[in-house]
């Protein structure tokens, strides 16, 4: 199993910009979310989905857009990106959605918006 | 709102010897999860332990041990014989048991010394 990957590792945007940063696993897990890393901030949470056609929102959703058209893949867009958004993003899965499963994280995706 | 508070940025401990990092927590529900990711410098999230709210056992993993107080809101990690492998940024999560979300601190930046 390739476990939980994430595309690209790196991206470069100019402001107004809008990009899809892809996210997706392998292990037919139901839960999948995406956080934003900031220094000082630890990880909060954009969009989360619990299962295909299923998602929600977070603690930080605005200029985020997401959707769950399979259990494997879970898609994050930037519509208009903006300086703000500039972070560290991870993916992570859980096999469901009770409180004890614990999440697998992709790699991350280092996104700079100048 | 549940929030998640590790009040040490920064620990450093001597290699083989034993640190405890800090982590406190503010909720209103009687049932939950509580866990430590660390992030090495290669950014992936792993997971290291965890406790339910409802064991008063604290859990331990080789190595690495919890004092999990309840009435208190406390949840701290010790790391007992510590080694440079340890050195890695520590993430406090909580989670409730019905819920969706994970709340994370915001870490504790953890340095071995040789």
């Known amino acids: 199993n390739a476990g939980v990957t994430q595309t690209p590792k790196f991206q470069v945007l100019k402001t107004g910009q809008s990009m899809t940063l892809q996210c997706a696993q392998d292990m037919n897990h139901e839960y999948m979310s995406w956080y934003r890393q900031d220094p000082g901030m630890g990880l909060r949470l954009i969009h989360y989905s619990v299962g295909a056609g299923i998602t929600d929102q977070g603690e930080v959703p605005n200029g985020y857009n997401v959707s769950r058209s399979t259990t494997e893949d879970f898609p994050l867009r930037l519509l208009s990106a903006a300086p703000s958004q500039t972070s560290v993003y991870f993916c992570?899965?859980?096999?469901?959605?009770?409180?004890?499963?614990?999440?697998?994280f992709g790699p991350g995706t280092r996104l700079l918006v100048l | 709102a549940q929030t998640v508070t590790q009040s040490q940025p920064e620990m450093s401990v001597q290699e083989a010897e034993t640190v405890t990092l800090s982590c406190t927590y503010d909720?209103?529900?009687?049932?939950?999860?509580l866990f430590w990711y660390k992030q090495p410098p290669s950014r992936q999230m792993i997971l290291v332990i965890r406790?339910?709210?409802?064991?008063?056992q604290n859990a331990t993993e080789n190595r690495f041990s919890v004092n999990f107080q309840k009435a208190a809101k406390s949840f701290s990690l010790k790391i007992s014989d510590s080694q440079l492998g340890d050195a890695a940024m520590y993430f406090c999560?909580?989670?409730?048991?019905?819920?969706?979300?994970?709340?994370f601190g915001t870490g504790t930046s953890l340095t071995v010394i040789p």
């Open positions: 909720t209103s529900e009687s049932d939950y999860y």
């Open positions: 992570a899965s859980s096999p469901g959605t009770g409180g004890w499963e614990t999440q697998y």
């Open positions: 999560a909580y989670r409730v048991d019905t819920g969706n979300q994970f709340y």
């Open positions: 406790q339910e709210a409802y064991k008063q």
